[in-house]
Nanobody, 129 residues
Framework: QVQLVESGGGLVQAGGSLRLSCAAS????????MGWFRQAPGKEREFVAA???????YYSDSVKDQFTMSRDNAKNTVYLQMASLKSEDTAVYYC???????????????????????WGQGTQVTVSS
């Protein structure tokens, strides 16, 4: 079992930055793939970013070069640094965890939300224009 708690959301003006954090507890954090997903009002949940157990990062095309994901295994925490925020980034952001698949599959295996077994409660990010 893994428990996830997000923090760092809030209201920010367009062009601003925010850093989300996700603190994990309950199992060997370093062996998990960690992901960020978001859900805007009236839309389906979408993949944002992920980081593997080997610190390899993956991003959706919509946030590539804008968001940076990292992990600190000593603190059992992952971060999502968001820059140049736009109104379309407004959403509830969820942290999720899944065990690192071995061997690692091909394709965009990291982006499938149904493969993540553990989820946080979400944190609201609102970007005002």
């Amino acid at each position: 079992q893994v428990q996830l708690v997000e923090s760092g959301g809030g209201l920010v003006q367009a062009g601003g930055s925010l850093r989300l954090s996700c603190a994990a507890s309950g199992d060997t954090f370093s062996s998990y793939v960690m992901g960020w997903f978001r859900q805007a009002p009236g839309k389906e949940r979408e993949f944002v970013a992920a980081i593997s157990a080997w610190h390899i990062t993956y991003y959706s095309d919509s946030v590539k070069d804008q968001f940076t994901m990292s992990r600190d295994n000593a603190k059992n925490t992952v971060y999502l640094q968001m820059a140049s925020l736009k109104s379309e980034d407004t959403a509830v952001y969820y942290c999720a965890a899944r065990r690192q698949p071995r061997p690692q599959p091909g394709g965009n295996w990291y982006a499938h939300s149904d493969e993540y077994a553990y989820w946080g409660q979400g944190t609201q990010v609102t970007v005002s224009s």
